[in-house]
């Protein structure tokens, strides 16, 4: 499985950006989810979204201003990020899990595929 991220960039506070995944080689999987990372700290959780039935899960931090999306005949998996903060600077990750259970959906070690990355910078 290969996971192909895009979309990160620079841009201003309140502004908007959408992330997208695409993966290839994909036969099943569980749970999908974003992470993020700033130098220095640990993955943090930022949203998953349940493959089969489309239900979500967010981060307190990006809830009412990010959300997640699938494209279960593309492979695909967005996020979509309004308002956004200097705070949500970060590389963004998309990650894919077979096995992921909902009570460990925020772990990044639920997860078995992991995309490259992109950068998103938000200024002040």
């Known amino acids: 499985v290969q996971l192909q991220a895009s979309g990160g960039g620079l841009v201003q506070a309140g502004d908007s950006l959408s992330l997208s995944c695409a993966a290839s080689?994909?036969?099943?999987?569980?749970?999908v989810a974003w992470f993020r990372q700033d130098p220095g700290k640990e993955r943090a959780f930022v949203a998953a979204?349940?493959?089969?039935?489309?239900?979500?899960y967010y981060a307190d931090s990006v809830k009412g201003r990010f959300t997640i999306s699938r494209d279960r005949a593309k492979d695909t998996v967005s996020l979509q990020m309004n308002s956004l903060k200097v705070e949500d600077t970060a590389v963004y990750y998309c990650?894919?899990?077979?096995?992921?259970?909902?009570?460990?959906?925020?772990?990044?070690?639920?997860?078995?595929?992991w995309g490259q990355g992109t950068q998103v910078t938000v200024s002040s």
């Open positions: 990650a894919f899990g077979t096995g992921t259970t909902l009570s460990a959906i925020r772990l990044p070690q639920s997860y078995h595929y």
């Open positions: 080689g994909l036969t099943f999987t569980r749970y």
């Open positions: 979204i349940n493959w089969k039935t489309g239900n979500t």
